[in-house]
């Protein structure tokens, strides 16, 4: 038992982190410009898969610089050029431009590297073990995967509290007019921000990429998860996302590892439920089974009773 | 270019298109419906070549009933029911009389269901489904139909053998069920509960899962659960990538148990096993493998592997598509004719002596294939390896043909 709760920790906590660095990103331009980026998730494909190409060539290493800083570059472009001319046409055509872009990059992807999923291996250094615990062995590069998110989320948390640039990003987020008064290049931040938000989603892709399966599924899987930590965790909060992240990954993690069902919560109370009872499967259905739906209940949950969020300043 | 110019070209442009449709009119057309995309696309992918492979072969060979050439078309249904039907007025709008699928019975009870539907508001235009793969007993009992036909062994009779293997195998002590929550998972789990359950009364079973079809990325969290059940055994019917990163899943973590699979053959799998170190300890039940001697069948292999294998040398695995073209082919030449009506009172109760010279049968009562099975078991020291890991599958057991028939409950509705 002791085993399994501290394996599912492990993993529920990178499944976490790596959520946790998509939506730190997600987070930050949510807040500040108001948009609803649907092409988040796709950032995070194109990173891993450029981290992909670029293993092919020199190794995955320099992918892990590499990948995030282009894909960085394209998000600032996507910026530049798409999102600021849009933005004269309101919210919704920024949400309809990102909607868009979501697609077309997932097309993109496949038109270049095909359908089936691509073989991106685990880099020979760390195609270990890292240590054995009851006879269970966690591997080295799931480590490699836990302390780089931990190592990112201090680094951003430095950045955004303890500089300048961090100053005028959260003053920024809240009173971007003001800031613009003070002579500030606000539009400038905005691309940084974005950028920055997409090179980092682009991290957790070279680092998912050969844990997980690299595959032109893979936005599209993760993305509405993203929403769910964004506004659980409370809009603009770098501190909400990280807490909203690793409750959404331990939660689902645990979930998997709970045979519980609401007939056998029943059962002691003298109710019997079966699959034939109205309601049927309903009943019989264990909380391992549901378990991809939890995050989501808890978004209704959250919108519902605090619609802040956790550490919000203001309602979503 | 002037209007007038164009206008001159037009007749010349028509007469190609028409010519066009001509040619491929007197093609026998197969289309393929099987996820491309998605968790199921590297099994797709791979059964497409099959398919390809087969077609090309076919047609080196003259073609089909008098020099016609058959033709495979493909088409991609996200391993979805509901896009599978899409693909399939598709494929019957572009002129396709035959159908096949095989990755996922869900996928496969729809196709069968629409097929009927629409062979009996069109008669003369009957679509016939061959179904290579999709084994949920319910296709060929309750939910049985004249227009399919399945070359795979259903899951119940696969079940069966495994169980009468694991009831001699002592060790075994806890078993864990792990399957993916679709038809063809429940089915498996219901009939792996009930077959241990009066052949080995002391197994325990340990642990009965589903997990979300295809959608997981990462088994870590199942596979540390499986560990703390302290399961000896693993019992799974998982396909495509859910087998894969499952067995990929269980060698991070050093999971040491045996395995009795369905699919732990598809691509992908045997690189996983490998990594688990587990020599000799995955076993499958499956209707044949690279290590079945038949000098035939191996030099199709080997040119399988060279012309498709790619780099990660994934080796032939259908054999029951071989099955199924070989039949096919047979029963328009015996027809004479392509009409799907036609073939399929022919395949209907065909006997067949495959490329391994064994005797197989169709039964006509539900269009059942029945064929040998292999319970083969993944380590080193064999003739041919999978996937450039050198390993690869030994017989442990060989079930004959009409040993492994069983009952149907299907009541064919056979077309006048």
């Given at each position: 038992?002791?085993?399994?709760?501290?394996?599912?920790?492990?993993?529920?906590?990178?499944?976490?982190?790596?959520?946790?660095?998509?939506?730190s990103?997600?987070?930050?331009?949510?807040?500040?410009?108001?948009?609803?980026?649907?092409?988040?998730?796709?950032?995070?494909m194109?990173g891993?898969?450029?981290?992909?190409?670029i293993?092919?060539?020199?190794g995955?290493?320099?992918?892990?610089?590499l990948?995030?800083?282009?894909?960085?570059g394209?998000?600032?472009?996507?910026?530049?050029?798409?999102?600021?001319?849009?933005?004269k046409?309101?919210?919704?055509?920024e949400?309809l431009?990102?909607f868009?872009?979501?697609?077309?990059?997932?097309?993109?992807?496949?038109?270049?590297?095909?359908?089936?999923?691509?073989?991106?291996?685990?880099?020979?250094?760390?195609?270990?073990?890292?240590?054995?615990l009851?006879?269970?062995?966690?591997p080295?590069?799931?480590?490699?995967?836990?302390?780089?998110?931990?190592?990112?989320f201090?680094?951003?948390?430095?950045?955004?509290?303890?500089?300048?640039?961090?100053?005028?990003?959260?003053?920024?987020?809240?009173?971007?007019?003001?800031?613009?008064?003070l002579?500030?290049?606000?539009?400038?931040?905005?691309?940084?921000?974005?950028?920055?938000?997409?090179?980092?989603?682009?991290?957790?892709g070279?680092i998912?990429?050969?844990?997980?399966?690299?595959q032109?599924?893979?936005?599209?899987?993760?993305?509405?998860?993203?929403?769910?930590?964004?506004?659980?965790?409370?809009?603009?909060?770098?501190?909400?996302?990280?807490?909203?992240?690793?409750?959404?990954?331990?939660?689902?993690?645990?979930?998997?590892?709970?045979?519980?069902?609401?007939?056998?919560?029943?059962?002691?109370?003298?109710?019997t439920?079966t699959?034939?009872?109205m309601?049927?499967?309903?009943?019989?259905?264990t909380?391992?089974?549901?378990?991809?739906?939890?995050?989501?209940?808890?978004?209704v949950?959250?919108?519902?009773?605090?619609?802040?969020?956790?550490?919000?300043?203001?309602?979503? | 270019?002037?209007?007038a110019?164009?206008?001159n070209?037009?007749?010349?442009?028509?007469?190609?298109?028409?010519?066009?449709?001509s040619v491929?009119?007197?093609n026998?057309?197969?289309?393929?419906?099987?996820?491309?995309?998605?968790?199921?696309?590297?099994?797709?992918?791979?059964?497409?070549k099959h398919?390809?492979?087969?077609?090309?072969?076919?047609?080196?060979?003259?073609?089909?009933?008098?020099?016609?050439?058959?033709?495979a078309?493909?088409?991609?249904?996200?391993?979805?029911?509901?896009?599978?039907?899409?693909?399939?007025?598709?494929?019957?709008?572009?002129?396709?009389?035959?159908?096949?699928?095989?990755?996922?019975?869900?996928?496969?009870i729809?196709?069968?269901?629409?097929?009927s539907?629409?062979?009996?508001?069109?008669?003369g235009?009957?679509?016939?489904y061959?179904?290579?793969?999709a084994?949920?007993?319910?296709?060929?009992?309750?939910?049985?139909?004249y227009?399919?036909?399945?070359?795979?062994?259903?899951?119940?009779?696969?079940?069966?053998?495994?169980?009468?293997?694991?009831?001699?195998?002592?060790?075994?002590?806890?078993?864990?069920?792990i399957?993916?929550?679709?038809?063809?998972?429940?089915?498996?789990?219901?009939?792996?509960?009930?077959?241990?359950?009066?052949?080995?009364?002391?197994?325990?079973v340990?642990?009965?899962?589903?997990?979300?079809?295809?959608?997981?990325?990462?088994?870590?969290?199942?596979?540390?659960k499986?560990k703390?059940?302290g399961?000896d055994?693993?019992?799974?019917?998982?396909?495509?990538?859910?087998?894969?990163?499952?067995?990929?899943?269980?060698?991070?973590?050093?999971?040491?148990?045996?395995?009795?699979?369905?699919?732990?053959?598809?691509?992908g799998?045997?690189?996983?096993?490998?990594?688990t170190?587990?020599?000799?300890?995955?076993?499958?039940?499956?209707?044949?493998?690279?290590?079945?001697?038949?000098?035939?069948?191996e030099?199709?292999?080997?040119?399988?592997?060279?012309?498709?294998?790619?780099?990660?040398?994934?080796?032939?695995?259908?054999m029951?598509?071989?099955?199924?073209?070989?039949?096919?082919?047979?029963?328009l030449?015996?027809?004479?004719?392509?009409?799907?009506?036609?073939?399929?009172?022919?395949l209907?109760?065909?006997?067949?002596?495959?490329?391994?010279?064994?005797?197989?049968?169709?039964?006509?009562?539900?269009?059942?294939?029945?064929?040998?099975m292999y319970?083969?078991?993944?380590?080193?020291?064999?003739?041919?390896?999978?996937?450039?890991?050198?390993?690869?599958?030994?017989?442990?057991?060989?079930?004959?043909?009409?040993?492994?028939?069983?009952?149907?409950?299907?009541?064919?509705?056979?077309?006048?």
């Amino acid at each position: 038992m002791l085993e399994l709760i501290i394996f599912s920790t492990l993993n529920g906590l990178l499944y976490g982190l790596l959520l946790f660095l998509l939506a730190s990103g997600l987070t930050l331009i949510f807040s500040m410009m108001g948009v609803l980026n649907f092409a988040h998730a796709s950032f995070y494909m194109l990173g891993a898969y450029f981290g992909f190409q670029i293993s092919l060539y020199v190794g995955y290493w320099p992918g892990l610089i590499l990948a995030p800083l282009l894909v960085g570059g394209i998000g600032a472009l996507v910026e530049r050029y798409g999102l600021r001319t849009v933005h004269k046409h309101g919210h919704v055509a920024e949400l309809l431009f990102t909607f868009g872009l979501a697609f077309m990059i997932e097309e993109l992807v496949q038109m270049v590297w095909g359908k089936v999923p691509v073989d991106y291996r685990v880099p020979d250094l760390l195609n270990f073990s890292a240590f054995t615990l009851f006879s269970t062995t966690y591997p080295a590069f799931r480590m490699f995967m836990l302390i780089t998110s931990v190592v990112v989320f201090l680094g951003l948390l430095l950045l955004l509290t303890k500089t300048r640039v961090g100053l005028i990003i959260r003053a920024a987020l809240t009173h971007p007019n003001m800031v613009g008064m003070l002579g500030h290049n606000v539009p400038l931040v905005f691309m940084m921000v974005f950028g920055v938000g997409c090179g980092l989603a682009a991290l957790a892709g070279v680092i998912a990429g050969p844990a997980l399966v690299t595959q032109p599924a893979m936005a599209a899987s993760l993305g509405p998860i993203l929403f769910v930590v964004v506004v659980v965790g409370g809009l603009g909060s770098l501190q909400g996302a990280f807490i909203a992240a690793l409750l959404i990954g331990l939660v689902q993690t645990f979930a998997v590892a709970i045979n519980v069902s609401v007939a056998d919560i029943l059962a002691p109370l003298g109710i019997t439920l079966t699959r034939d009872s109205m309601g049927g499967d309903l009943w019989m259905a264990t909380v391992a089974q549901v378990a991809p739906i939890i995050p989501y209940l808890l978004l209704v949950l959250v919108l519902i009773f605090r619609p802040k969020g956790l550490m919000g300043y203001r309602e979503t | 270019m002037n209007f007038a110019k164009m206008m001159n070209g037009l007749p010349l442009a028509l007469a190609l298109v028409f010519s066009a449709v001509s040619v491929h009119a007197q093609n026998v057309k197969i289309a393929y419906i099987d996820p491309l995309s998605g968790g199921g696309a590297s099994v797709g992918e791979h059964g497409l070549k099959h398919l390809q492979f087969l077609v090309d072969a076919i047609n080196a060979k003259g073609g089909v009933i008098n020099g016609q050439k058959m033709e495979a078309v493909a088409y991609d249904n996200k391993g979805s029911p509901q896009e599978s039907l899409v693909q399939v007025q598709k494929a019957i709008d572009a002129g396709v009389r035959f159908i096949t699928q095989g990755n996922g019975s869900g996928a496969a009870i729809a196709i069968s269901e629409f097929i009927s539907k629409y062979n009996d508001r069109n008669p003369g235009k009957e679509v016939l489904y061959f179904n290579y793969s999709a084994v949920d007993p319910a296709l060929t009992n309750e939910k049985c139909s004249y227009w399919h036909f399945r070359w795979d062994a259903n899951s119940d009779i696969k079940m069966a053998a495994l169980t009468d293997f694991m009831k001699s195998r002592k060790e075994i002590k806890k078993v864990y069920i792990i399957g993916q929550d679709y038809s063809f998972g429940q089915a498996v789990r219901v009939a792996a509960v009930a077959m241990l359950k009066q052949k080995r009364p002391d197994i325990q079973v340990v642990g009965d899962e589903l997990h979300p079809l295809l959608k997981i990325t990462d088994f870590a969290p199942y596979v540390a659960k499986i560990k703390a059940s302290g399961a000896d055994s693993v019992i799974s019917g998982n396909w495509g990538n859910d087998i894969s990163l499952l067995l990929k899943a269980a060698a991070d973590s050093g999971l040491q148990a045996n395995w009795y699979t369905y699919y732990a053959g598809g691509s992908g799998g045997p690189t996983a096993i490998k990594q688990t170190g587990l020599d000799h300890r995955v076993f499958q039940i499956s209707e044949w493998h690279t290590n079945v001697p038949a000098p035939a069948m191996e030099a199709m292999t080997d040119a399988f592997l060279k012309k498709y294998g790619g780099e990660a040398a994934q080796g032939w695995w259908y054999m029951r598509m071989k099955n199924q073209m070989d039949m096919f082919v047979e029963a328009l030449n015996k027809a004479k004719s392509s009409d799907p009506k036609k073939v399929a009172a022919v395949l209907s109760d065909m006997k067949f002596k495959n490329i391994l010279g064994a005797d197989t049968f169709m039964r006509p009562s539900d269009h059942s294939f029945f064929q040998d099975m292999y319970i083969s078991s993944f380590g080193s020291g064999t003739k041919h390896d999978e996937e450039k890991t050198g390993w690869g599958w030994k017989t442990t057991t060989v079930i004959k043909g009409q040993d492994t028939v069983i009952p149907t409950s299907c009541k064919m509705n056979v077309p006048s």
